[in-house]
């Protein structure tokens, strides 16, 4: 069982900067080292589904993006005692503005895991 916080949210002009938090806890990440753990980020804005917005590529560590969001967001990881994956995002725009989800382990090419969510509001 892993558990995952989210944090980092809140309201933001757009233009403005956050960066979003995701803790992973847990008795083990499936065998894995954290380093080489599956995790990403999804969003999901009020009446759309839940979208991808960023991951680790797992083969080779690879930092995936959509396409809405390349130049603007960074996903990096802490692999030291805190075991975070950040996300950087610079530049947001209004259409940015959903609840944000932390997500871990990837079966059967679909995530296992999910955190409860941030709110990420972007003013115009």
């Known amino acids: 069982q892993v558990q995952l916080v989210e944090s980092g949210g809140g309201l933001v002009q757009a233009g403005g900067s956050l960066r979003l938090s995701c803790a992973a806890s847990g008795r083990s990440f499936s065998g894995r080292t954290f380093t080489n753990y599956p995790m990403g980020w999804f969003r999901q804005a009020p009446g759309k589904e839940r979208e991808f917005v960023s991951d680790?590529?797992?083969?080779?560590?690879?930092?995936?993006y959509a396409d809405s969001v390349k130049g603007r967001f960074t996903i990096s990881r802490d692999n030291a005692a805190k075991n975070t994956v950040y996300l950087q995002m610079n530049n947001l725009k209004p259409e940015d503005t959903a609840v944000y989800y932390c997500?871990?382990?990837?079966?059967?090419?679909?995530?296992?895991?999910w955190g409860q969510g941030t709110q990420v509001t972007v003013s115009s």
């Open positions: 997500a871990a382990d990837l079966r059967r090419g679909k995530y296992f895991y």
């Open positions: 680790f590529n797992t083969s080779d560590g690879r930092k995936n």
